[in-house]
């Protein structure tokens, strides 16, 4: 479902992000990303999503060979994914509702059906109470869940967390992290992030941890 063939990334400016990278995600795997700022974390999760290109090496994502797709393609790889990402922000401005729903507007959803999609994702996450609420009244863990509904709306094979729990307390970073088991038990696969590697060791999951790019043991 995920695999990378010795993937090495270089920004421009020459920073080796990720060097020679080997491994497969399975499909409906559910896998911990781990390691310090810089380790690469965030540059393996924007290979997966299409977000960056590698500079040699293949990324496969649902048999597609992320490497060699036009940028036309991108959109149709992306309908799969579902990202909570750090720089995918909140809109302030609008409600609880019209946030998840902005990604089933960029990809032209039924109205109807777009609503029905939008409840289900806020009620997976426990927010059906506060569709109505604006976002700056969330509590922090609050806001967090609504970047997971409007990840799930379009019900993506593959949801992507790039430290989804990193200014929670650990409460609430481990309710955050039971939410991604749950979406990991409906059969999406699901890769998640974080320095904090406690939080990891109860799931009995497969760590990958990463060191300046490279597998660390
Ligand atoms: P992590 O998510 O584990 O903190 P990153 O993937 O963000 O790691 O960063 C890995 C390395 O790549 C770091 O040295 C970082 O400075 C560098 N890096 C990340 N993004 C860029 C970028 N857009 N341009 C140049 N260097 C970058
Ligand atoms: P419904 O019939 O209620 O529209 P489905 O039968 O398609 O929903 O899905 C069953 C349950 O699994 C629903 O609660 C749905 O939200 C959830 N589900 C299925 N796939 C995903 C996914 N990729 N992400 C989030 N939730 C999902």
Redesign the pocket.
């Known amino acids: 479902m995920i695999q990378f063939d010795q993937v090495t990334k270089r920004y421009p400016g020459g920073n080796e992000a990720l060097k020679n990278l080997s491994f497969a995600i399975d499909s409906g795997e559910m896998v911990f990303l781990a390691g310090h700022s810089g380790a690469g974390k965030s540059t393996l999760l924007k290979l997966i999503a299409g977000i960056e290109r590698a500079t040699s090496g293949g990324v496969l994502v649902n048999g597609q060979n992320l490497s060699k797709l036009r940028p036309s393609q991108l959109p149709y790889v992306r309908q799969h994914i579902?990202l909570v990402f750090q720089d995918h922000k909140i809109l302030f401005d609008r409600p609880v509702f019209d946030n998840v729903m902005l990604p089933l507007n960029i990809i032209g959803f039924d109205r109807r059906d777009a609503a029905?999609?939008v409840r289900?994702?806020l009620?997976?996450v426990g927010l059906l109470g506060k569709e109505k609420a604006m976002p700056i009244h969330l509590s922090g863990g609050e806001q967090q869940r609504l970047c997971i509904a409007r990840a799930?709306v379009h019900?993506?094979?593959i949801?992507l967390a790039d430290e989804p729990s990193a200014n929670l307390d650990r409460a609430y970073a481990l309710d955050i992290m039971e939410l991604f088991k749950s979406?990991h038990q409906?059969?999406?696969t699901v890769v998640i992030s974080a320095h904090d590697e406690t939080l990891m060791e109860d799931y009995g999951r497969r760590i990958i941890r990463l060191r300046e790019g490279q597998f660390a043991a």
């Open positions: 579902g029905k999609r289900a994702a009620d997976k799930v019900r993506p094979s949801l979406f409906v059969g999406v």
